[in-house]
């Protein structure tokens, strides 16, 4: 069974498929584009059981059953996305299918290299009967302008809470935990990796208030040493910590730019604690932060020196 596969056959995508394959315009290439791994890769398994199965992707039949497997005689997917694996999953569109389609898949089209993603392009231009391509991307900058004009381009956009909630709120046996679904469900901002992360991460929600109390509390150089106690022994955890830190900047300056944003309601309280000009400096920062531990420099030092100029930045921004 597919994973959020209630949630996912809401999703525009789905609708267009279907509403393709019944006005038999089935298209020969479609790109499914997100930031969402998750959803893409259960929307890639849905359009691929949409096209081959008689009873409108079932996901019950013996069909299903083997694209959910992943053994379904007709359906390609590279074995690596380097050139060979490339040009031999080219290969494959001019071998006539067993049945009456041939899906080619790409999960990760973004991540071939653009010279290889070049092997794709006669197939696409010259397009062959009976051969259906199903690209995700969740980068589209890193896809050929070529190969992207001639996909019908398809996103697939976050969740609303709402969808989630409401999804969650049947699966109370799967998933005991109701604290952490409901934490999951809104940091997650309609992203369904996200959510699973956040699923499988128990200290998620406790560390994310820490370093919300942090950046709310920390006024003066010597709340510097008791704030990193509080974040416990940082060796390790840096990187995790700035993350959780950018996600916080990041869904703070949406909700000061007045953009709507679904769920987060835990940042609020620091609405008053930072303009926009601080927050793109506090960014610039964490960013820095980052750099400095893929140098390899001591996490604890990273860390003093990262709280120290955010406490100017606060300062500023008063
Ligand atoms: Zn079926």
């Known amino acids: 069974m597919i994973k959020y596969l209630s949630l996912l056959k809401t999703t525009k995508p789905y609708k267009v498929i279907g509403a393709d394959i019944a006005e038999g315009k089935l298209n020969h290439c479609y790109m499914l584009t997100g930031d969402d791994r998750v ?10 059981e949409r096209i081959l199965c008689d009873k ?9 059953m083997k694209i959910e497997d992943g053994n379904h005689e007709d359906i390609f997917e590279p074995k690596n996305l380097k ?26 089209i973004d991540k071939v290299d653009m010279k290889v ?10 397009p062959v009967d009976n051969v259906v391509f199903i690209l995700g991307a969740e ?3 890193a896809v050929l302008e070529t190969i992207k004009s001639r996909s019908k381009k398809l996103a697939v956009l976050p969740f609303s809470r709402y969808a989630l909630e409401d999804y969650f709120a049947k699966k109370t046996a799967e998933y005991p935990n109701r604290a952490l679904v409901k934490e999951a469900v809104d940091c997650c901002l309609g992203n369904l990796t996200r959510c699973e992360e956040l699923l ?11 370093i919300i109390f942090i950046l709310k509390d920390m006024t003066s150089t010597r709340d510097n040493l008791k704030m990193q106690q509080r974040l416990g022994a940082v060796e390790g955890k840096l990187v995790r910590y ?24 835990k940042v609020n309280c620091l609405m008053d604690t930072f303009n926009i000009p601080a927050l793109v400096n506090f960014n610039q920062l964490i960013t820095e932060a980052k750099q400095k ?19 100017e930045v606060k300062y500023l921004c008063r």
Do not use: H
């Open 39 to 48: 959803a893409l890769d259960g929307l890639i398994t849905l359009f691929a």
């Open 56 to 64: 409108d992707g079932c996901g019950e039949c013996s069909v299903c």
């Open 83 to 108: 050139a060979d694996g490339i040009r031999e999953f080219v290969d494959q569109v001019y071998i006539k299918p067993n049945g009456k389609y041939k899906v080619m898949i790409l999960r990760e």
């Open 117 to 126: 993603q070049n092997f794709l392009l006669k197939s696409l231009e010259e």
């Open 139 to 141: 980068r589209q900058t």
């Open 200 to 210: 499988a991460d128990e200290e998620y929600a406790s560390d994310l208030t820490d």
């Open 242 to 265: 700035l993350d959780m830190m950018q996600l916080i900047a990041g869904v703070l300056l949406k909700k000061l730019s007045g953009v709507r944003v679904d769920g987060f309601e």
């Open 293 to 311: 531990l893929e140098n390899n420099c001591k996490e604890s030092n990273v860390l003093d020196n990262l709280f120290i100029k955010l406490m």
